[in-house]
């Protein structure tokens, strides 16, 4: 089954402890496509201005099930982030944002996505993540991401998009922002209470909760020797966990549970490299050996 994402199509500027990346592919939008075309096809809406190198994007993409009639041209400069990580990897400073022509966007979504089963709102303002919503035709599921930039401007319209998305991913900075609740079981609860059935809260390297009415489970990030560049690890993340789902069709608990950990499993890589690079690299066997590892770092014989 496929996947539509609405999402950021950026440049994004990072700098790491490890070395410096300018004007590379970046975006919700991008890493989420990277990510879940591993598993199951993509369908891309977003919008890119008249300096976005489109034939570097095409061209990443060309192998894999990404479809990007839904990506706009439009005039004037693309949207644009520029981050740094210092020593702790897990917390991205932000430098700049310049939004270009994503002010001005309005996401239209193509004729033959809108019946998409799997709906992905990736991190973009909650105004156009509830104006997708019009436009598609009931969802298997709806999910959605945010981020403190859109918390602080836009939080009524955040709590109004919980009302209409069956599950939240973030992170655990911005479940508390979101929330005013320190605890992140309690803000879980607080978000459930206003609309999602599931709420991820990602925690880093310290891995991801999943949260429902009845129950709470933990995956791990995976241990990397070597994280690279961070940046890209939510969407990855999101786009495994998603991905996992549209593939299987499989909503049942078990399920996704497995989910998170294809989440994990992407996430992972992600941060190896600058930008989409490590996730254009992988193989389905890499995928298939990750997830396996990450179930040998949790699996033990409980004493009876
Ligand atoms: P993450 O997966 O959380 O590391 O997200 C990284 C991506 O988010 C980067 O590639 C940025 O281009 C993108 N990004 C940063 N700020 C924003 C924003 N305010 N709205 C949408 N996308 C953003």
Redesign the pocket.
């Known amino acids: 089954m496929s996947v539509l994402v609405v999402g950021?199509v950026?440049l994004?500027s990072v700098e790491t402890p490890f070395g410096k990346a300018d004007n590379v592919l970046?975006?919700?939008g991008t890493?989420f496509s990277a990510s879940a075309s591993h598993l199951a096809p993509v369908q891309l809406v977003g919008v890119v201005g008249t300096d976005y190198p489109l034939d570097t994007l095409q061209n990443a993409f060309k192998s894999r099930p990404i479809d990007l009639a839904g990506l706009e041209h439009a005039d004037g400069p693309s949207f644009r982030?520029r981050g740094r990580y210092r020593h702790d990897l897990n917390t991205?400073e932000?430098l700049e944002?310049k939004l270009g022509v994503f002010s001005n966007f309005r996401p239209k979504i193509p004729e033959q996505f809108r019946s998409a089963p799997f709906v992905f709102l990736g991190?973009?303002d909650p105004r156009l993540q509830l104006e997708v919503l019009t436009q598609v035709a009931k969802p298997k599921l709806v999910a959605c991401d945010t981020?403190n930039?859109?918390i602080e401007s836009r939080r009524a319209d955040i709590v109004t998009l919980l009302g209409h998305v069956d599950l939240i991913t973030l992170n655990d900075a911005e479940a508390r922002q979101l929330t005013d609740e320190a605890n992140l079981v309690k803000a879980a609860k607080w978000i459930m209470e206003r609309g999602p059935k599931h709420v991820v809260i990602k925690k880093g390297e310290h891995g991801a909760f999943m949260f429902t009415q009845s129950s709470i489970f933990f995956a791990p990030a995976f241990p990397l020797e070597s994280v690279f560049d961070?940046?890209?690890?939510?969407?990855?993340f999101a786009g495994g966990f998603i991905g996992y789902l549209a593939k299987t069709g499989d909503l049942s608990e078990a399920n996704l549970r497995r989910a998170v950990v294809y989440g994990s499993a992407m996430g992972s890589f992600a941060v190896e490299k600058f930008s989409v690079q490590r996730l254009l690299e992988i193989t389905p066997d890499d995928i298939k050996r990750r997830v396996g590892d990450i179930h040998k770092l949790v699996n033990f014989e409980q004493e009876l």
């Open positions: 950021s950026a994004d970046g975006g919700s890493f982030w991205a932000t944002t991190n973009i981020m930039f859109w961070p940046t890209g690890a939510g969407d990855s």
